[in-house]
């Protein structure tokens, strides 16, 4: 299971990962965060690929796209 993590305290809201997400995976949240910013949120985690292209284009270091594994 993938898991794409988003830091509210980093992300400035300039939407570059929205823009070069190649899956679409990303989109604006509805809603600001406490600093007035409008950041990316996961709208479609089931097409992400890892091709960590969010991650390389941050320019704040705010996303982390990680594997999780199932335990059962």
């Known amino acids: 299971m993938i898991e794409i993590v988003i ?6 809201g300039c939407s ?3 823009d070069f997400c190649p899956k679409d ?3 604006p949240a509805k809603e ?10 996961v709208s479609h985690i089931d ?3 890892q ?3 969010c991650v390389i ?11 999780k ?3 059962g």
């Open 47 to 49: 097409a992400c690929t």
């Open 32 to 41: 600001m965060n406490a600093k007035g910013y409008i950041l990316p949120e």
């Open 69 to 71: 594994e199932k335990r």
């Open 57 to 67: 284009v941050c320019p704040d270091l705010a996303i982390a796209v990680t594997s």
């Open 7 to 12: 830091n509210a305290n980093y992300c400035k």
């Open 25 to 27: 995976v990303l989109q």
């Open 51 to 53: 091709c960590q292209l």
């Open 16 to 18: 570059i990962c929205i």
